[in-house]
């Protein structure tokens, strides 16, 4: 059996190389390596070029690396067949503590008190407990919810809200297709683990800023695509919101001209929040994929008509 593998990053020749000591029966390649595609099983790919996986007639399943597959479905011409996520103990372990990190810079306003510090101005800042702090986190799957409970046991009254009802001990659990009122009005840090989807694009705009509470935070660890940039930058501009933290863009790497790199109220960090690598993703793929060979259930197998 042959994979191929796609991913921009010089790290392919890492991942291609730590793939085939875990899959020592399955011949891994990368894409620009690849002679022939009709002997191709399987691609393991991060953002692949429009059109490239119906070049491989033979193909039986795509993953993904990573826990998105929204950069899979991008692709119009994309084969009808089984697109395999990435996820693991080690991404969700990862994505709590960006979370909480960013959670409790917010909170202990830790912004303001570097900015003091570089002026050399000593002025303590009086922060609420945590457990008078209120936290949404949209999104309460494999990373929503890993978050919501580690949130909660930081003492953080949490809140959250998917589609399907979800039960979470101590956690405020919202459902339905629109974000609930309820939900906005009480999230002073919103916190966004959403799989991008048409009806989850744009989601984070004026509309939904405006039912927040004053002066709230918002931490963006999601995709790019959910955030409507120039109403954040409104809502920044009015007060609406205090501060952002973003580790996804619409266009990534950030442009450095991008107005996000200098703002003062807006943190910016590489799309690092959860990164996978060839040691922690590369376990999960070999799994993964040997479970599909096997015809096992995997339960990374995404719901491509749902888009995640
Ligand atoms: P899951 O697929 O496990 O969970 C998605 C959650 O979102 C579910 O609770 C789902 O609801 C909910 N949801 C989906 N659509 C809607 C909607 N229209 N309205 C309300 N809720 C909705 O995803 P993960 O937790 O594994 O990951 C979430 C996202 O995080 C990924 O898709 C990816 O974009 C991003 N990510 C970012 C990383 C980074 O480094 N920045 C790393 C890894 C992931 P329900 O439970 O009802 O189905
Ligand atoms: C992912 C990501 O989807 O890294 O896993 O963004």
């Given at each position: 059996m042959k994979l191929v593998l796609y991913l921009q990053s010089k790290r392919r020749v890492w991942w291609r190389d730590h793939l085939q000591s875990l899959l020592p029966e399955i011949d891994c390649l990368l894409w620009e390596d690849?002679?022939?595609k009709n002997a191709i099983d399987f691609a393991v790919v991060w953002r692949?070029?429009?059109g490239g996986l119906r070049q491989f007639k033979n193909l039986q399943a795509i993953v993904s690396i990573g826990a998105g597959i929204d950069h899979v479905l991008a692709d119009p011409e994309l084969p009808e067949i089984p697109v395999i996520r990435t996820t693991g103990a080690e991404l969700t372990q990862r994505m709590r503590e960006y979370v909480c990190l960013h959670v409790l810079r917010i909170h202990r306003q830790c912004s303001d008190m570097e900015a003091a510090q570089r002026e050399q101005r000593w002025r303590p800042v009086i922060t609420p407990p945590a457990t008078r702090r209120?936290?949404?986190?949209?999104?309460?799957?494999?990373?929503?919810t890993d978050a919501a409970i580690h949130l909660t046991q930081l003492g953080f009254s949490v809140s959250g809200w998917a589609r399907s009802k979800h039960t979470i001990a101590g956690v405020n659990c919202y459902h339905g297709e629109?974000?609930?009122?309820?939900?906005?009005?009480?999230s002073e840090i919103l916190v966004c683990l959403l799989?991008?989807?048409p009806d989850t694009r744009n989601m984070l705009n004026t509309n939904l800023f405006e039912q927040l509470p004053s002066g709230a935070g918002l931490i963006n660890a999601a995709r790019g695509e959910h955030l409507v940039e120039s109403d954040l930058l409104a809502a920044l501009e009015s007060g609406?919101?205090?501060?952002?933290?973003?580790?996804?863009?619409?266009?990534?790497?950030?442009?450095s001209t991008h107005p996000f790199w200098t703002h003062p109220n807006i943190v910016v960090t590489p799309h690092n929040a959860s990164l996978i690598d060839p040691l922690s993703g590369g376990a999960e793929i070999a799994a993964n994929?040997?479970?599909?060979?096997?015809?096992?259930?995997?339960a990374d197998l995404t719901d491509t008509k749902r888009g995640y």
């Open positions: 690849c002679a022939d692949p070029p429009a209120q936290v949404g986190i949209m999104g309460l799957g494999k990373l929503g629109q974000v609930p009122e309820d939900f906005l009005k009480r799989p991008l989807t609406q919101l205090a501060n952002a933290t973003l580790d996804v863009f619409r266009k990534e790497p950030l442009p994929l040997r479970r599909f060979i096997r015809g096992d259930l995997i």
